[in-house]
């Protein structure tokens, strides 16, 4: 019976990873197409699925002077074509201009996660990022996004600080309450996971 179960474990691990989607470093010539010179690389993976080989990069740009700091964070899905040509199939962006105290925008390398939940054959990329500028350990917007194969959908809310009673802001956009369920499984878990802070 103990093996039974053990087995079943396996197979039920197996099948989990198989939703998991494999990527690896994108090549500098590739890399140097898409990105700015004055961009810092957050992540950049390659993958495939039913379009083929994707390029997913996540970059942020800094600006300083004596008194604030501005930051922007770029978040762009490319497929390749036949021929070679890169066509950019999604995009995001968004910025926190002129802080004059604690720049926060970061995009949440950890959260990100390629996945076929949904075995379309077409990729889940989900991931999180935060924005906001602050002077102490309030809360600040945090938003979720799952991108597949052109298509955006969302949660946007706040970080909940640890040890503080802030309510809890979490509001999934229409899209996103049309993902399948696996997929919106996981994105609530990740959020979950990456609500809290300090």
């Given at each position: 019976m103990k093996k039974i179960a053990l087995f079943?474990?396996?197979?039920?691990?197996?099948?989990?990873?198989?939703?998991?989607?494999?990527?690896?470093?994108?090549?500098?010539?590739?890399?140097?197409?898409?990105?700015?010179?004055?961009?810092?690389?957050?992540?950049?993976?390659?993958?495939?699925?039913?379009?083929?080989?994707?390029?997913?990069?996540?970059?942020?740009?800094?600006?300083?002077?004596?008194?604030?700091?501005?930051?922007?964070?770029?978040?762009?899905?490319?497929i390749e074509k036949s021929n070679k040509e890169l066509v950019l199939l999604r995009q995001i962006t968004d910025k926190e201009d002129h802080c004059e105290f604690d720049n926060d925008l970061q995009f949440l390398t950890e959260s990100l996660r390629i996945t076929d939940l949904d075995k379309n054959q077409y990729a889940e990329i989900t991931f999180l990022y935060k924005v906001g500028c602050r002077s102490d350990v309030s809360p600040i917007v945090l938003k979720l996004m799952v991108i597949e194969n052109g298509n955006k959908a969302a949660i946007r809310g706040t970080t909940l600080p640890r040890g503080f009673d802030f309510k809890k802001e979490k509001v999934a956009d229409s899209s996103f309450n049309k993902l399948p369920k696996p997929v919106q499984d996981q994105a609530n878990k990740l959020w979950e996971k990456f609500a809290p802070e300090f």
């Amino acid at each position: 019976m103990k093996k039974i179960a053990l087995f079943f474990s396996f197979i039920t691990s197996l099948h989990s990873f198989s939703q998991q989607i494999a990527t690896k470093a994108i090549e500098p010539s590739v890399l140097r197409i898409i990105v700015s010179d004055d961009a810092i690389i957050d992540k950049a993976l390659q993958f495939e699925d039913k379009n083929g080989k994707n390029y997913l990069v996540a970059t942020t740009l800094q600006n300083r002077s004596d008194e604030w700091e501005s930051k922007a964070i770029l978040v762009q899905h490319y497929i390749e074509k036949s021929n070679k040509e890169l066509v950019l199939l999604r995009q995001i962006t968004d910025k926190e201009d002129h802080c004059e105290f604690d720049n926060d925008l970061q995009f949440l390398t950890e959260s990100l996660r390629i996945t076929d939940l949904d075995k379309n054959q077409y990729a889940e990329i989900t991931f999180l990022y935060k924005v906001g500028c602050r002077s102490d350990v309030s809360p600040i917007v945090l938003k979720l996004m799952v991108i597949e194969n052109g298509n955006k959908a969302a949660i946007r809310g706040t970080t909940l600080p640890r040890g503080f009673d802030f309510k809890k802001e979490k509001v999934a956009d229409s899209s996103f309450n049309k993902l399948p369920k696996p997929v919106q499984d996981q994105a609530n878990k990740l959020w979950e996971k990456f609500a809290p802070e300090f």
